[in-house]
């Protein structure tokens, strides 16, 4: 009787037991607002990349001998310069990256240089359907107008950006731009329907966004982008439907500190 | 394929063991008390915390990652999937034994899990997600300790599961529907049985019944 109970008791706390409840998913309700941001963020931060290669460029060819050792082991550790026919070639881990194609100095005004990105050339996992032509000019002292309009596999962009490059950072160009940044201007990415899904982001900057690494090395839970304001707007380009309600996103130091702020439709 | 030959590997081991077995050894009579060679039993058994192919390799429904900062905006985005409810896993299972140390049989198992799918800018439920498996599993059992009263054992089974998944939204309306095979498998690593006839059991092992279980099971 004993050894009955026993049994009956061991498969009822069994049995009990059995159902089990695990933890779902983060319910954050900002999520796609974050995930807009940061692929706009993204269209910001190659730009600046593209425009810190081009004043190091700049900056080579103008320089001497000593001079050239000095800012290739101070920012091109795992990066090649190559002099052509037509400009510069930079060459990132065997792969040739971009070609800079310009003969006047980056920093006159007026001045226009067209960057060659190649389409075999990977960046931040977007790959170019082919090779792309961006220019770089200049409108004022320490300062650039980038555009951009590329396709890639899983969206297209057009990026247009008036820039004012500052100090210069302690960084490695191939990992971060190398200069403090101040960017202003207006993109747009627009997903590929069949691979992702149909919708684009556009994306205004309200308050210049300002680019300062430094913060990022020296604490991991702050952000590259220190100040700022953005307008973003998403939108089911086939529905014509807004994918979110849309938003103003503040930047802040600091990611705990991050604003966002829906706006109301009538 | 692979499921049919190791389902034959099994019988064969099994009429391996029953050649070698010596039917005049009261060795097989399990219930002394009762005077009888208990070679047929049958198991009712619930588990906890069951495991499928997914829980091994990618899940489905792999939670999106906001960090990642090039990654598109996809319609799932606008969703979240709520707590997952599971079960346990339920069977009924048949053995047999031609020898002391060596039992062959197959259990027929349950599952079933769900899920709410919510709206991420309202959090309100926007439909119901739920699995229901049924797997066969063809199961091998090796018994080292085999008293009247107290058995120690570990077993292995590997067979085919079928799936049932559905998606169904707050008005009934069926939005997602799939059927699917998987191959269920369960390790026992040890396992304990108490009783004669009648008797309780608990397992520690891993798999698609779950993490450990327990039952009651007959012999006859």
Known sequence: MTMKRFICLIVALIALSSCTVSEGWDPNPDYVAHKAYNLAINEVHQQIHILSYAQTVDYYSRSGDGERETIEDQHLLNTRLRQTDEGWEVVRGGKLAFTFIGNTPLGEVGSVWSVKVNHNFYTYNASLTTNQYWTIECTGENRWKVRQSAIYESHTSEVEFDIVAGDLLEAQLESSPIYKYTVEGECSITQNEKLVAPYRIDMKIMEPVVFDNYNYYSNYKSTTYTEGKMSIRVTDFVTGEWVTTPFHYTIAPERSNIKIEYLLIN | ?220
């Open chain 2, 1 to 220: 394929m692979k499921r049919t030959i190791l389902t034959a590997i099994a019988l064969l081991i099994g009429v391996a063991a029953s050649a070698q077995s010596d039917k005049y050894r009261n060795s097989f009579d399990f219930s002394l008390k009762n005077g009888t060679n208990n070679k047929h039993e049958v198991r009712l058994t619930v588990g906890s915390a069951p495991l499928f192919e997914d829980d091994f390799f990618v899940y489905d429904y792999f939670e999106p990652n906001i960090t990642e900062h090039h990654e598109m905006i996809h319609p799932n985005d606008l969703y979240y999937r709520g707590a997952l409810k599971t079960s346990g896993g339920y069977a009924l299972s048949y053995m047999y034994s031609p020898c002391r140390w060596f039992s062959v049989g197959m259990y027929a198992g349950y599952v079933g899990q769900w899920q709410k799918i919510h709206l991420r800018s309202t959090q309100a439920a926007v439909s119901t997600s739920t699995e229901r498996h049924l797997m066969f599993v063809p199961t091998v059992r090796f018994t080292y300790l085999n008293r009247p009263m107290v058995r120690l054992y570990s077993s292995i089974g590997i067979g085919v599961g079928f799936c049932r998944e559905r998606t169904r939204n707050v008005d009934g309306r069926l939005e997602f529907s799939e059927n699917s095979r998987f191959c269920p498998a369960e390790v026992t690593f040890l396992g304990v049985s108490v009783g004669r006839r009648l008797f309780g059991f608990a397992e520690l092992n891993v798999g698609s019944l779950g993490c450990c279980s327990a039952g009651i099971g007959y012999k006859f």
